[in-house]
């Protein structure tokens, strides 16, 4: 669905289904913008020969949607999944390989052309250690061009802490520095939000994401490396999370911003914050209720911005059966 935003409210064009070649679409599902008028989509199709990973480009035109033909990312769902726009045609999709119980944290880049898409290899930014042990609770974000960060639980350490690496596109595939490590304990509800084409703010929540502090760091990357600012608190009680910044709108841009904004549910409710980074700290707002239970699920990519007033919408699943839900607000 399209939405049209018009002052604080939202309109949506007709759904548009994603096609079938099997028997239904299953999570993860998401996507990202390749343009104002272009997007890809990622999600898990249930097939004859079992469930795979698919992609698929759309074109939006007015209100409407159009989808190209799928092509296969991997012949195995993801347990965790993360996909972010390079570049007008160029896009990374960093997931757990979930075939035989291992986790292996796995990249592709693609390529779209026209309504077709191209796929590089395979390649690992974590190598499982044994069962059900690996990259979790995945996040990306594009930091310029060729550059894009990468953060995740690594379920390979006895913590199971937090790490970052930086992904670069050499031709049709991504090469990965060195993982440095933003927690030394049980991280999850991870997601990350560039804020220029060297930093970045990953949150995340402590005692594995299944509520604990919700924490934040900057990170700073203008090669390959990765240093962090100091580790701020700035919920006592998260689950779900889910940042963005103003330069997320319409896709890739090469803008810098020092605000961003924070969506996150608690073991009752659910929140919106606006922050900043000031001299490598991250601060927060008070918090806002959006929604007066805790949310089912944001959607993908859940909070999205606007424009460059600091309006923003942040959309999830709300209610009991889950309904689709979205909501205009502003941070100022």
């Known amino acids: 669905m399209v939405g049209t935003v018009s002052g604080n409210n939202l309109a949506f064009g007709p759904p548009t289904s994603v096609p079938e070649q099997g028997y239904g679409i299953a999570t993860p599902v998401m996507c990202d913008l390749l343009s104002p008028t272009s997007f890809v989509v990622v999600y898990a199709e249930v097939l004859d020969e079992g469930d795979v990973l698919l992609a698929r480009p759309g074109t939006i035109s007015g209100t409407d949607v159009m989808f190209g033909p799928s092509k296969l990312v ?54 499982s ?16 061009s060729s550059r894009f960060v990468v953060c995740y639980r690594n379920g390979n350490s006895g913590s199971e802490g937090g790490e970052s690496k930086i992904g670069t596109i050499s031709g049709s595939d991504a090469v990965f520095s060195t993982a440095r490590a933003f927690s030394a304990v049980s991280s999850g509800g991870i997601s990350v939000v560039s804020l ?8 995340y929540v402590e005692s594995g994401g299944e509520g604990g502090s919700l924490k934040a760091r900057r990170g700073s990357s203008p090669a390959a490396d990765i240093t962090y600012g100091p580790e701020s608190e700035i919920a006592p009680d998260a689950t779900r999370v889910s940042a963005a ?60 911005g606007l424009d460059s007033s600091g309006m923003y919408a942040i959309c999830f699943a709300h ?3 889950p309904e689709g839900k979205c909501r205009v607000c502003q941070c100022l």
Not at 84 to 102: A, K, L, M, P, Q
Not at 197 to 203: A, I, K, L, P, S
Request: with cysteine.
């Open 74 to 127: 991997e012949s195995s769902v993801p347990g965790s999944m993360s996909v972010s726009t390079i570049s007008s045609s160029v896009f990374v999709v960093c997931y757990t390989d979930g075939s035989n119980d291992f986790a292996h944290g796995r990249a592709r880049v693609g390529t779209v052309s026209g309504s077709d898409i191209t796929f590089g290899a395979q390649v690992a930014f974590l190598t």
């Open 129 to 144: 250690a044994g069962n059900f042990q690996g990259a979790d609770s995945i996040s990306t974000a594009r930091l310029d």
């Open 196 to 203: 220029s084409t060297t930093t970045f703010v990953v949150c």
């Open 245 to 304: 910044a103003i330069c997320d709108c319409y896709g890739p841009m090469d803008k810098s911003t020092s605000d961003f904004i924070v969506q996150y549910s608690s073991s009752t409710r659910s929140y919106a914050m606006c922050c900043s980074v000031l001299s490598d700290e991250v601060y927060a707002s008070s918090p806002t209720e959006y929604a007066d239970e805790r949310t089912y699920e944001f959607m993908p990519r859940g909070a999205c």
């Open 319 to 321: 209610g009991s059966p």
